[in-house]
């Protein structure tokens, strides 16, 4: 409107102006020819895994989901939930997340129906949607608020539409029945009217900047690419422009992004409610990723791979969790850190979708290191309830329930991000089949003929043996066969049928290309070492905080209890801990073994965790053995640090997995100068 008043007037700063948005214009209309549509290159195929780790995911699946009598103790009140309507009990003060349990539960029952191809558990999950759209409204509102319209303030109310969509569209895809479709269209219609660019700003909706509100973005982009109905793809285009538009308040993820600054200095404000809530942010970030995939907009794409690795420099730990206390401040100048395991559940998310998009290794190395580490750790070894904060250090903390007697979001969370580790380890790409990660386990792959080959992994990686590899096909076929070679080994000596090869390697990945029979045994040896990653005390000095505030922070952390009386006895002993107890802010170490971060435990270590080590010993050469576990310990480890003095460590999942002190734990090692 601007530019037409100064026309018409003619006023040649205005004709300079309006030929440079010419220009402009025709340059972005240009970058958006040049700009195709990209997908993905790596193409998953299926995969169970066996051992531990498979041994890890079947325990959790049957408490969690799985066993018919535990569903119907767990399910039940997340649908109820909708019906109840109490999450604005306190309207219009402030609201909760009651709504959020349906769908995150439901997406992890659908990944593990998939993983498990469980037609019974597609009947459950046909059987829960009926549920839920039971208490759809004429206008095709869904929710767990009886005010539709509260959005704005202190409330999480479109969070929770964004897991109900995702959960509908998801239950969708694996149930082909157009009628969820049909409903999760009028539920995003209806969201619409309410929060949109005709309603009120969804930026300016609930909590964190409006973070967990327009982190919709990606299950949006989903209900896009299923229907083809263009509105949706505009929608998922306006919450993008949003962020754009509010850059004093918002995170303004594109903008930021394409800079490729460190997240946490993006946010000078630390008030409750607007600090970098991590996985919310990491969300939406991969619905940015979605829509480069609907548009090929590249800027989408530059800005996601951007945040990844300044997440990865500045706020991923040794362990694979991200942030501190479920905020993005720059965690990887903390040695005490505490983290959220939904943040390590959507950081491997997003480090999936861009492995897929690039088969780039940086990304698998991540989805390794956070699977092996954090996940691996992430419930108790019963495998019915999780943790809610995970630490390096002392005693972990367990989730307290929120609001639903079996439901937290950890909790509810992470079994999605195990399943969805199992599609990163058997993938094509061009045709070749690409092996990315080494547990054992079986799986399906779709070969260039379009025929089946059964893929199955035998032995223990970590035990130095080595892996077999064993191909089922039903007729000879050639194909490149791609492993990973993952910076953990030096190169690992690679055999077909017992003869060596010597494929080429190109950016860590070795490819033998041949005509594959049926039986065909290819077999990995790697050359496994103790190594280590230092803590770097110069990122400290960019925290909002002195190091103080964050010690206390850590320290102050313990169970909270909640409404459930079993887990609050059971959990009740975890206590906050003297700040005193919190490591110095001094150079230190932590110990890895293959993908395995390494800790000291009382049950293996005796003695004292906490003890310095000698930093000259690091200049030797380390020699380790693995030892017997005791009971509960998965890998235990003697490593002599030189001057004949050996510590006796075990894997970081195992240790502190008794949540309690009878397993206190230590991850980094202080450096004695
Ligand atoms: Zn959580």
Redesign the pocket.
Known sequence: MKIIQLKNKFNPIAVIFYLLLVLFSCQTAKNQVENTSPNDILIPGHWQFAGHLGEYIDRISEQRILDKKNWDVIYPETEEAFRLREDDNNYPKNGQWRGEFWGKYLLSAIAAARYYHSDELNVRIADAVKGLLSTQEPNGYIGTYAHSDFVVGNTWNVWDQKYTLWGLVEAWELLGDDHILAAAKQFADHLITEVGPEAVDIVKTGNFYGMPSSSILYPMVKLYNSTGEKKYLEYAEYIVKQWSEHPAELPDILNKGLNGKPVHTWFPKTDPFEWAKSYEFTSCVEGLVELYKVTGNKQYFVAATNIHSVLVEWERTPVGSVSFNDKYVGSRGLINTLS???DAVYWNRLSFKLFKQTGDEKYIDEIERTLYNSLLCSFNTEGNWGL?RLRMSHTHIPAQNHFLQHH???TD?LPRGLFQAAEAVLTTKNGDVCLSLFSEGEGDIVLPSGRKSHVKIEGDVLNNAGIRTILSLDQAEQFGFVIRIPKWSNQPIIKVNGIPQNGSISDRWMTINRTWKNGDVIEISFNLSVRWEAFDTTKSTTLFHKIDFYDNEWAKMKFAGGSNKVNNQRYGHVKSIPVNEALPHKPAVTFFYGPLALARDIRVTGADVFSTIEDTSLSKNISFRLIDSPLGIWKAFEINLGNEKSVRFCDFSSAGNTWDKLSLFNTWCILKK
Do not use: L, W
């Open positions: 959220e395991i939904c809610r937290q979001c950890c969370n």
